[in-house]
């Protein structure tokens, strides 16, 4: 079996090893030979499955072999197993009794993109933001001492993960409390890769063993009582140990580090692991792993396969024309804009390709600003910018700005800076669920005072508000959503519009006015066309145009508001309440995302479970004029 494939499996590979392992209590019976052929077989069963229904990718290829030491040396799951983000997992949950669904991975009613409590015992812990995993395990090693059981808690975390504040929280913490735990740093920064070898499997195997632990404890009590003899020996130590391995943080922190070591080398993997497992107090292992190992294309461009699409079978089909993306539209705006105004500065929190940031970073270098996994600080960040006459715009998605919610609100919009935010990712996102919705921002951005708040209905429309929200004084935000609009024709102006000012799409003479918030204008104009309904393209949650609002209620029997956001707080809310103030009683229907979590499907379906899509608004419409005996 190769040990490098250069292309997907377009048959389902050979995998009779893997085919037998039904739990993890199955993978440590086998001995060392065969968990090399468990790997070799999960990769290409990993190449294949994803290969059908697209995902992340190139991270699951690179932790083949430490999953397989995981569940080899670890009784889960009664041992605690956390992933951190969870791109990695599909290789878990391969191995934990999901190897046969995983062609309903990400689909409707199907495994979820990430790991989930409700999908496995195996998944300790849901996930899908990062950075979470070293405090979550913390709290179930300290349950589990407090209830005295001898069950051991692992947390797997990559080193981009590492870079947010809260994991460098709960290592801080961890030490404070002596859990017995382990956080593996699973690091495939390529620039390190010259720290992986055989000296450093040898020291591995000393730092790790209980000889060396005992020692150290040893000679701590014997030199604790000579004044001043334990400081010099551990400072000794640090710098022995500092000048061969970049542990020196991890343990001023507390923590026993260990490593590097080769992550694709099993029974190093498997030896250290088993060492470190009956070690008491807070361990680190670090492990170095190449993202998307075996898979030549990936290891050539890890970034080009974190994620991929699912493949066409069908390689005569004809691509499907449509417009740019929404965030295409936004990279583009950023360049002209910046070209514009020397003061615009452009900050994202590691998602420069994501956010279409690539561009800019190319040219203007010195004002792009990625602060990696770090959301609180990019918003403080611009804070601080703004104060010193900078412009600001914050690239950031709907659903990792609320980890920044604090600083949004008190060091942004209590100052009044001059801060832009353009929100990716708005609404519903499809196969990566819940997690990665964007379904609260209107509620959560409309109570903060002074904050305005707009909500693009198509490509040229989001240009439109991009500059608008750019040249006002004082904190914006833009959200639009993934993916493409209706490709309408962009002006390459840098326009403004007026803020507060909606437009009416649509004159109808029916007794129904929508009122649309974003980008499901198209669908609210398909039902106009059956209902003869005037539509609104609202622009603005914040300020709400008050006058198009009273000029809709007088002349219709029925307002519609539409929104891909939640009911509770949203643009809806917005404009209830303003009716109540008014003194204007009407009929009111407030369409939008339904007080649940959405599960995982593609976003057509997602949008039609919510009766979001055309028909679905037609539906309600038509059921609230029955009521209303219309």
Known sequence: MPKTLHEFPRQRPDTPLLDRIDSPAVLRTLSEGELDTLADELRQYLLYTVGRTGGHFGAGLGVVELTIALHHVYHTPEDRLVWDVGHQAYPHKILTGRRERMASLRQKDGLAAFPRRSESEYDTFGVGHSSTSIGAALGMALANRLQGNERRTVAVIGDGALTAGMAFEALNHASETAADMLVVLNDNDMSISRNVGGLNNYLTKILSSRTYASMREGSKKILSRIPGAWEIARRTEEHAKGMLVPGTLFEELGWNYIGPIDGHDLPTLIATLGKMRELKGPQFLHVITKKGKGFAPAEADPIGYHAIGKLEIDSSAAPKASGPKYCEVFGQWLCDMAAADERLIGITPAMKEGSDLVAFAEQYPERYFDVAIAEQHAVTLAAGLACEGAKPVVAIY?????????????????????????????????????????????????????????????????????????????????????????????????????????????????????????????????????????????????????????????????????????????????????????????????????????????????????????????????????????
């Open 398 to 630: 709907s659903t990792f700005l609320q980890r920044a919610y604090d600083q949004l609100i008190h060091d942004v919009a209590v100052q009044d800076l001059d801060v832009l935010f353009a929100i990716d990712r708005a609404g519903l996102v499809g196969e990566d669920g819940p997690t990665h919705a964007g379904s609260f921002d209107l509620s959560y951005l409309r109570c903060i005072p002074e904050m305005l708040v707009m909500t693009p209905s198509d490509e040229n429309e989001l240009r439109l508000l991009l500059t608008t929200g750019y040249q006002h004084q004082g904190p914006a935000a833009v959200r639009y959503p993934r993916g493409t609009g209706p490709n309408a024709p962009i002006s390459p102006a840098l326009d403004s519009v007026e803020i507060g000012k909606g437009v009416v799409r649509r004159r109808g003479s029916g007794p129904v006015a929508l009122l649309v918030f974003g980008v499901q204008l198209a669908a609210a104009l398909e039902v106009a066309e059956t209902l003869d309904a005037t539509v609104a393209d609202m622009r603005f949650v914040k300020p709400l145009d008050a006058a198009l609002v009273r000029e809709l209620a007088a002349g219709h029997a029925l307002l519609v508001t539409v929104e891909e956001n939640a009911v509770m707080g949203g643009a809806g809310s917005a404009v209830a309440e303003f009716l109540a103030a008014e003194g204007i009683v009407m009929p009111l229907l407030q369409l939008g995302l339904p007080d649940r979590y959405v599960e995982h499907a593609k976003p057509a379906q997602m949008l039609a479970e919510c009766g979001l899509d055309a028909a679905g608004i037609e539906r309600a419409v038509r059921a609230r004029l029955q009521r209303l005996g219309h």
